[in-house]
């Protein structure tokens, strides 16, 4: 006779029981690695896709170069213009705004400040910018995607109080002296909420648009940096309807609608707008993507 089966079906997601390592007195960081892996995935797989369009693989090395460090300190400039309240006045230390890898990176301030860079870079190098930006646009989403994951780990950007299987456990987590340190901690296995996992809703989003850029690409030969606005628009279309699940502390506009939907209505509406408007470009020739010739596009 069989017998009782010994587990249960999960009852919800677990967080990580700890987001922070320390090695000989050095923190190591999940969100940070999560990044970094990120951008590790992005730029071998930037170089694949824009050597298939005819450019030099090695010029994604000094794009990397400059829009990592540009991104970075561009992404962290939006998240604490829009999320002020955590870092300025009463009981606030300004300081904490400085401190990137405890959380809080802004993606449209890292694509903005990382593209302006990644463009003058281009400027400099005399290369056409639209073919790279079409060759990176599907890489930049998957690392975004990978990126979310040290949201889990920093058990940030969640949404109202759920549960299921799709629900996510948010532990207590103190340090060495007891005190409550959400980021940094231990966990202490008590469960203070069940939430939605808004962040592991825009990976999952994030990993199909993914997808669909890839398929559309190879199936309609994009150009003109068409593949790039496609990627900002589907990302947006998400990230609107993912946004308003979020719960978390955030500056709103308008009443009480959040920024970050906002800039997600707008963002979306603007590619969606460039992506019709420029419906007669297709793929350039490897030639103007080298530079060696005037624009012209290949045949289908």
Known sequence: MMGAPDTM????I????????????????????????????????????????????????DALLVAVPAGIIGGRIYHVITDHDKYFGPGKNPVDALKITNGGLGIWGA????????????KFKRLPLMPFADAIAPTILLAQA???????????????PADGP????IYRRVDESGYLAPVTGRSTGEV?????????????????????????????????GRVFMLYVAGYTLGRFFIEMLRT????????????????????????????????NRRRETPEYVRGDAELSTASE
């Open 9 to 12: 079906l999960l009852a919800a």
């Open 14 to 61: 677990p967080s990580p029981p700890q987001g922070v390592w320390y090695l000989g007195g050095f923190p190591l960081r999940a969100y940070a690695l999560c990044i970094l892996t990120g951008i590790v995935v992005a730029y071998f797989w930037s170089r694949k896709r824009y050597a298939d369009r005819g450019g030099d693989p090695e010029v994604v090395v």
């Open 111 to 122: 694509v903005i400040l990382g593209g302006v860079a990644v463009a003058l870079l281009f």
């Open 146 to 160: 990978i990126g979310r994951l040290g949201n889990w780990f920093n058990q940030e950007l969640y949404g109202a």
């Open 166 to 169: 799709l629900a996510l456990e």
């Open 192 to 224: 203070i909420a069940t939430v939605q996992p808004t962040f592991l809703y825009e990976m999952v989003w994030n990993l199909l648009i993914v997808c669909l850029l890839v398929y559309i690409d190879r199936t309609r030969r994009l150009g003109g």
């Open 248 to 279: 978390d502390p955030a500056t709103t506009v308008f009443g009480d609608i959040r920024i970050n939907v906002v800039v997600s209505a707008v963002a979306f509406v603007s590619a969606a707008i460039l992506f019709w408007a420029t419906r």
